[in-house]
């Protein structure tokens, strides 16, 4: 019998990060390679990628990083395929990219375009939802009992509250709550199905976190963290790392009775 603290190792797993130079997905790499797996790293920045990869060679040195842009759509399947190839298929897969149009900041009530609106749900809800259905397809077809994990938010959950962006200039999104609402249940309609298969599906679902602003900024106005540190019952953003511990949870045996979940890493936001 494996003892507790092994259950959370993913030695001899190979594990894909879409998305694994953002905020978030950089630390999954990260915490995925100390537990000893084989990490692929995938994201459309190729400075940022090399720089994580020669990072994480210097304490595992099964890492490598792959260019894969989501923007650009033809012929996606065919690409997201080849990639698959090349590596195998994967015992993780996590998706916590996050493809946008150029003018993703105007998707508000007011200013959104009925393009607009489309081309991110299509570039994001759809590659989330595709990439998703293929990589357990996958595993069902090489037999895998695979771990996906796909990233939501709090605003696929609840409505934003506008009060968080008092004195600021930050907006509301029609589109984003859209498409983490549509990620979230998809995960639950992808765990009633390939549960019998033995592949689990789950979702992480954080909320503010600190960082960059997606698209906009290098980092929060002051006035949104005070607001929002006021609502959430432990007082504080969380942060990426907090995400990634989770992230991990997931991918390992240590979870192995759970599927079909929306895990909240949010402080208690959600709980009010």
Not at 64 to 92: A, G, Q
Not at 163 to 187: A, P, R
Not at 209 to 215: A, C, D, E, F, H
């Amino acid at each position: 019998m494996k003892d507790n603290i092994s259950k959370f190792q993913l030695e001899n797993k190979i594990a894909i990060v879409m998305g694994g130079c953002g905020l978030v997905g950089e630390e999954i790499c990260n915490i995925f390679a100390s537990a000893k797996a084989k990490v692929i790293i995938v994201d459309i920045d190729k400075k940022k990628g090399k720089l994580l990869e020669n990072k994480i060679k210097k304490f595992n040195n099964n890492v490598v990083y792959k260019f894969f842009d989501i923007n650009k759509k033809n012929n996606l399947e065919l690409k997201f395929r080849k990639l698959i190839k090349t590596y195998k298929c994967p015992d993780v897969f996590v998706n916590c990219s996050y493809p946008m149009t150029k003018d993703w900041q105007l998707n508000t009530f007011q200013n959104i375009t009925k393009k607009s609106m489309d081309d991110n749900i299509l570039l994001h809800l759809g590659s989330y939802s595709w990439f998703a259905r293929e990589i357990a397809e996958l595993m069902f077809k090489n037999k895998v009992r695979g771990s996906i994990i796909q990233l939501g938010s709090i605003y696929g959950i609840k409505g934003q509250d506008l009060n968080v962006y008092d004195k600021t200039s930050m907006k509301e999104s029609m589109t984003y709550s859209i498409i983490k609402g549509g990620i979230i249940n998809l995960t639950r309609q992808m765990a009633s199905y390939y549960g019998k298969k033995g592949i689990r599906i789950n979702t992480l679902c954080p909320g503010g976190l600190v960082g960059p602003v997606q698209g906009k900024s290098l980092k929060q106005e002051s006035n949104f963290i005070k607001n929002y540190s006021k609502k959430v019952p432990l007082g504080r953003l969380g942060t990426a790392e907090e995400v990634s511990c989770a992230a991990l949870f997931l991918a390992s045996e240590a979870s192995s009775y759970i599927t079909g979940t929306t895990l909240m890493i949010d402080g208690g936001w959600t709980s009010i």
